[in-house]
């Protein structure tokens, strides 16, 4: 039966329209209806929703496909989507905490990491947020000119890092 729902969905988005969404929403809340616990119908209309610009109707949508047991590369992407969505939404610390969570269970993922620096950069930490996007280029870049350069990406990562911990020890209300 899964298999037929991963059909069903993957017609769904290959016809998607980002611009107009109501149409994705339309064809996804019968399957929802059919469906209402499967973790891969919550996660994708909840990024229906999200992408229609109803954020706060997504997030819960993203809790209930990871509670449901989304898991590989669809629980990786709807973690990237819950985070985005939080921090959009002004909840910095919820966005940070999904982010941590997701980067422990998905520690190799670039766009986790990217997307989680926009957080930092969000919470008032843009050393942070750069030191973080160095580290992502040392570690997942594979250029023949970086090669030479990246212990010093990774020594000025720490370093940034540093500024906004320095900051923080000084307005420990910051945190």
Do not use: W
Not at 16 to 36: K, S, V
Not at 53 to 60: C, F, V
């Amino acid at each position: 039966m899964s298999d037929a729902i991963d059909a069903q969905l993957d017609a769904i988005f290959a016809a998607r329209n980002r611009e107009d969404m109501q149409p994705t929403i339309d064809a996804l809340l019968p399957i929802h209806e059919e469906h209402p616990e499967h973790p891969r119908v919550l996660y994708e209309l909840g990024g229906a929703y999200d992408t229609a610009g109803a954020e706060s109707t997504a997030l819960s949508f993203y809790e209930r496909a990871m509670e449901r047991g989304l898991t590989g590369d669809l629980r990786r992407r709807c973690f990237l989507q819950y985070g985005s969505t939080l921090r959009n939404l002004g909840r910095i610390d919820d966005s940070l905490r999904a982010f941590a969570r997701a980067r422990a269970e998905f520690p190799e993922s670039v766009a986790l990491g990217a997307f989680e620096a926009l957080t930092f950069h969000a919470d008032g930490r843009p050393n942070t947020a750069l030191a973080s996007l160095l580290v992502l280029l040392a570690d997942h870049v594979d250029a023949p000119e970086l090669d030479r350069y990246k212990p010093a990406l990774r020594g000025n990562a720490d370093y940034l890092a540093s500024l906004d911990a320095e900051d923080d020890d000084v307005r420990p209300e910051a945190r």
